[in-house]
């Protein structure tokens, strides 16, 4: 198959063919229709993740058909339209077993744990816990973005955040989560503080529903008359981390969804608000397969609209100029050819 490998971190990222992934007795190998090119997958490239072992193939957030099916596998067949999670978890392990396959004890991830879907196929593990099936009427385009960036919004917004109508939520960093995060808000009827120093972002951000957009979080206390009830840092910076947590009202909630890898300096959490203002500091990782319906349930009843997120379809030849300059241009970026 085809495939984007690197063979040194921020080395160069070169199409090659590459042996055909085979599916475990209890996994899947997926023919990929398309791919999101997605924060991540730099940080992967960058070194960041000390899961990645080199040579490697990058993409974690995919849809499209199952072409092989393990020997185990009960619930999926060649030919079924699908999406999957970007944490595949085991399904027996007592997070699993609790509901919460998103930090599951013996989690692998396409792009990280193993290669991923910058190719042609992509193996997963565990299918029967970790497969979405795909409505017809949603585009393998914009399903590829499910499994990561707008998966991750919607459970860091509702499950985690647990932003109410009518509330503040102040969404820092307007890439492909936090638009998501913004479109999300603004559905379950929170009022949207978005911000982000691109006034291309910040325009996205408007049209997704936010009510006021900025280039910093300055003045966001005032603007929202006492501070925001939710904030989620999005980009993942120690000072996006440190503006969310001082943004917030007392006893509002700060939500943890950008990667901080220790590489880019850790984040210094003003703890003395924290315990002053009983504030609460979340982590968000992912949503769990079991948790898609609700979401996609708003989809199928347009509420949420995440084909609006994608601005851009690459081949995969382009791939590689869109990993290594991810964030500077708004939207999403998929890749739809292969």
């Known amino acids: 198959m085809r495939a984007l490998v690197f063979e040194e971190f921020g080395g160069p990222l070169t199409v090659r063919e590459v042996a055909d992934p085979t599916p475990g007795p209890d996994g899947v190998v997926v023919t990929v229709g398309a791919t999101g090119v997605c924060r991540s997958d730099w940080h992967a490239w960058s070194g960041h993740d000390p899961d990645v072992v080199l040579?490697?193939?990058p993409g974690h957030e995919f849809a499209g058909t199952v072409a092989a099916v393990g020997d185990r596998v009960r619930g999926w067949a060649v030919g079924d339209?699908?999406?999957a999670p970007f944490v595949c978890a085991c399904g027996t392990c007592p997070p699993c077993r609790e509901g919460a396959g998103q930090v599951c004890?013996?989690?692998?991830?396409?792009?990280?744990t193993h290669w991923g879907s910058f190719a042609e196929h992509v193996a997963l593990d565990a299918a029967d816990v970790n497969l979405v099936a795909l409505p017809e009427e949603l585009t393998t385009t914009t399903?590829?973005?499910?499994?990561?960036?707008?998966a991750t919004a919607f459970r860091a917004v509702t499950g985690?955040?647990?932003?109410a109508p009518g509330e503040w939520v102040l969404v820092l960093g307007c890439g492909g989560v936090g638009l998501s995060a913004v479109q999300v808000a603004v559905a379950v009827g929170a009022r949207v503080v978005a911000v982000d120093p691109s006034p291309g972002a910040r325009e996205l951000a408007v049209a997704m529903g936010a009510e006021h957009a900025l280039p910093s979080a300055e003045g966001v206390t005032e603007l929202t008359a006492g501070g925001v009830h939710v904030g989620l840092d999005c980009l993942g910076s120690p000072a996006t981390c440190e503006a969310s947590v001082r943004a917030l009202r007392p006893r509002g909630r700060h939500v943890q969804v950008g990667l901080l890898p220790p590489a880019?300096?850790?984040?210094?959490?003003?703890?003395?608000?924290?315990?002053?203002r009983e504030l609460a500091v979340l982590g968000s990782h992912g949503m769990a397969a079991a948790d898609y319906p609700a979401m996609l349930s708003m989809i199928a009843a347009g509420r949420l609209r995440p084909q609006d997120l994608v601005t851009r379809e690459l081949?995969?030849?382009?791939?590689?100029?869109?990993?290594?300059?991810?964030?500077?241009?708004?939207?999403?970026?998929?890749v739809t050819s292969f």
């Open 55 to 57: 040579p490697h193939v």
């Open 81 to 83: 339209r699908v999406t």
């Open 105 to 112: 004890l013996r989690q692998t991830q396409p792009g990280f």
């Open 143 to 150: 399903a590829a973005a499910l499994g990561c960036r707008y």
């Open 160 to 163: 985690v955040g647990r932003a």
């Open 264 to 276: 880019q300096g850790r984040a210094q959490v003003p703890m003395e608000l924290v315990v002053a």
């Open 315 to 334: 081949s995969l030849d382009q791939a590689a100029e869109a990993l290594v300059a991810v964030g500077r241009t708004p939207g999403i970026a998929v």
